[in-house]
């Protein structure tokens, strides 16, 4: 389906005038012709005016009115005639239908959040809000709900995206799908598992993310940005076909799942003291192996090989505890 796009229809406040001044017409010749039928003269002019005064509502059905950013797609018996793009006050052959199958889709995206059913309390009274088959251009984000998906080690994460989309070919949008909202949200879903699956939630070994046959260090909470590329360009291959431009895809929320998520938080504490005990430990020796060098140049003391083990003992357990060392003080010799 090719877009076609109605440039000379922007005459829309011509023909009202022009049908506003036939309709007064009608009404004088009206009036006109009852006070000749009332004298017996010719009665055309009242059956004329008459007809004309019936049937010139029929023109104004014809007329309208576009906001920026809105467009309106036309068509004549079921036929597309052509889109209605821009601001402007058209007119176009009365007889032509708009169509929008989306117009009573509500998503959770913005400038499509409102109820059609607005209550007002003050006089308990109803306002019904009728849905507008006007398509809108404007770029609209979707908030897809979080889902719980699992990575590429099996282990299940939870994941929310925001897209931001907006229509560049109505034609397609309307006719290639039958609910372009409700398409474009079941694609934003089956691309987020699709990517998922390919990242691990945190660095781990021996993993592919590429797909060069190399181990990399991509995950999905390291990684955000190329995953969120990657997703973005995931979803433009498959609503390409409905006229949808996918502007930017972003992760909103990224946890692992409940049920998992408190042994998962042990591991990475276990994993955080293990390097902070690791750096303490290369710290500890590096420290006593300068201890020993310093004494043995500067000649402060001779120590065997017995108290040499004793002295890296004691240094090792006052560097590396966790509380304060509180040493016993020596006042006799040596040995």
Not at 43 to 57: D, K, Q
Not at 210 to 228: K, M
Not at 229 to 251: L, T
Request: hydrophobic share 45%; with cysteine; charged share 20%.
């Amino acid at each position: 389906m090719t877009e076609i796009i109605l440039t000379k229809k922007k005459n829309g406040m011509f023909v009202l005038l022009v049908n506003l001044l036939v309709l007064a017409a009608a009404i004088f010749g009206m009036i006109m012709g009852a006070i000749r039928l009332e004298s017996g003269e010719n009665i055309w002019l009242f059956i004329i005016s008459m007809i004309v005064l019936l049937l010139g509502w029929i023109p104004l059905c014809g007329l309208r009115v576009l906001k920026p950013q809105e467009a309106l797609v036309l068509t004549l018996f079921g036929k597309y005639i052509g889109t209605l793009k821009g601001d402007g006050f058209y007119w176009v052959n009365p007889f032509c239908s708009s169509v929008n199958p989306a117009a009573k889709t509500r998503l959770n995206q913005s400038g499509d959040v409102s109820s059609s059913m607005v209550h007002h309390a003050a006089d308990s009274s109803v306002s019904v809000e009728l849905p507008s088959k006007k398509i809108s251009l404007k770029i609209m984000t979707l908030n897809n709900n979080r889902q719980k998906i699992n990575d590429c080690l099996g282990n299940p994460v939870e994941i929310g995206i925001a897209v931001t989309w907006r229509i560049v070919d109505t034609a397609k949008a309307v006719f290639n799908v039958d609910n372009y909202k409700e398409f474009l949200s079941l694609q934003c879903d089956s691309a987020l598992r699709n990517i998922v699956r390919i990242y691990p939630y945190d660095v781990a070994p021996n993993v592919d993310t590429t797909g060069d046959g190399i181990a990399d260090e991509g995950s999905l909470r390291g990684s955000s940005e190329v995953v969120a590329q990657r997703i973005r360009e995931e979803i433009q291959q498959r609503v390409n076909e409905a006229g949808i431009e996918i502007v930017e895809a972003r992760i909103t929320y990224l946890a692992y799942a409940t049920e998992i998520a408190a042994v998962m938080l042990q591991r990475q504490q276990a994993s955080a003291i293990i390097d902070a005990r690791k750096m303490i430990v290369d710290g500890a020796v590096g420290m006593v192996e300068m201890a020993l060098d310093r004494l043995n140049q500067n000649g402060v003391v001779q120590l065997d090989e017995e108290r040499k083990a004793a002295m890296v003992s004691n240094l090792l357990v006052v560097l590396c505890g966790n509380r304060d060392a509180q040493p016993v003080v020596n006042s006799g010799s040596l040995y």
